[in-house]
């Protein structure tokens, strides 16, 4: 039985509907399909995008490797991390985590995957174990990185140009709420203006706890995972991208070999830390990336698609210098054959 009142539910309906940030991506993305078929035509090629990302497989479309892109990212950057190859290896997980000195809270995420799904914030040794025996693939584990700023930074460099730039920066808020010493956890959740948007995700991840009181001035954190359709706010931060920022990313991106263009997840202390290289790299992200910072609550649609079809000119930019330069588009019936596994698995983590 569905613990929120009809009236509220309904209510909350409304709100999504008028609020594009919530649609269905396959809607937002109707115009932009179309701007695509135009775009194959003009690089002689239905998935012209394979070729931005020489290091990634489709270009970082789908059903291409965390594991492979993580390990092209240099040591400084990242978090310190393990590489799962099976369940099997539970043990030795557990020698590598004590012999990296890797402390808890931990995240762990599946190899192949997208806007957050099957990734998990294992806070005790028994949560981990579970994680780990209950997923037969490939998976990534990383020290949570509790850093103040979450941030997505996208990049991109046109192989014939010397230095790349950065086309969009989202600076992402996660949602909490304070108890009061009166109302219970679903109260707050259904009270705060952010959360009750995507409450079905936190009535079932806060089942046990949905009738407590929270105790007056108790943070909650509602939702510790970078995705806006979960409830956390996205923040245009294009006013912070300058040629300081462009070269320190310009850096990075040149490091990973194969790599054009895609986002960069990632946490930080401050900006000024950020501009010193201080930060560390949560995720890369290929094709299947966005500027996320369209998904600012004050953007206005015709801003966001338009900043989407600049994004797409950009991959269409770079994957046909690159296809002329001899990277090969991927076959569309593979990259069929890929969407549609992917999605099928996929269910499995929702």
């Not at 001035?217 to 995972?225: K, L, M």
Request: aromatic share 12%; glycine share 6%; with cysteine.
């Amino acid at each position: 039985m569905n613990p929120v009142p009809f009236s509220i539910r309904l209510h909350i309906w409304l709100q999504r509907l008028i609020r594009w940030e919530f649609w269905p991506w396959r809607i937002v993305y109707v115009p932009i399909a179309i701007y695509w078929f135009f775009l194959a035509i003009k690089a002689r090629g239905w998935v012209f995008f394979s070729a931005a990302n020489p290091c990634m497989r489709f270009g970082g479309l789908v059903a291409y490797s965390k594991t492979d892109v993580t390990k092209l990212v240099p040591d400084a950057y990242l978090p310190k991390t393990i590489f799962i190859e099976s369940p099997e290896e539970l043990n030795e997980i557990f020698t590598q985590v004590r012999s990296k000195e890797m402390s808890f809270p931990l995240i762990i995420k599946p190899d192949m995957g997208e806007r957050g799904k099957g990734v998990k914030i294992l806070r005790t040794e028994e949560e981990l174990i579970k994680a780990i025996s209950s997923v037969k693939e490939r998976m990534l584990l990383q020290v949570y990185e509790d850093l103040p700023m979450e941030l997505g930074v996208m990049y991109s460099r046109h192989p014939n140009e010397e230095k790349g730039k950065i086309t969009s920066i989202v600076v992402k808020e996660f949602p909490h709420v304070v108890g009061d010493g009166k109302r219970t956890l679903l109260q707050l959740i259904l009270a705060n203006l952010r959360t009750r948007l995507s409450y079905k995700v936190h009535v079932k991840r806060f089942a046990d706890r949905l009738n407590d009181v929270i105790p007056k001035g108790e943070r909650v954190r509602i939702v510790s995972i970078g995705n806006h359709m979960l409830g956390t706010t996205f923040y245009d931060g294009n006013h912070l991208i300058s040629s300081e920022l462009e070269t320190v990313f310009d850096s990075l991106a040149k490091q990973i070999t194969g790599f054009h263009i895609g986002r960069f997840d990632l946490r930080t202390e401050s900006i000024e830390e950020l501009k010193k290289s201080n930060f560390k790299v949560i995720e890369v992200n290929g094709v299947n990336s966005e500027p996320c910072h369209i998904y600012d609550p004050s953007m206005p649609l015709w801003k966001g698609l338009r900043d989407l079809f600049r994004h797409w000119t950009r991959i269409y930019e770079i994957s046909f210098a690159n296809h002329q330069n001899g990277v090969e588009y991927a076959s569309y019936t593979d990259i069929r054959r890929e969407i549609d596994r992917h999605e099928r698995e996929g269910a499995k983590h929702d």
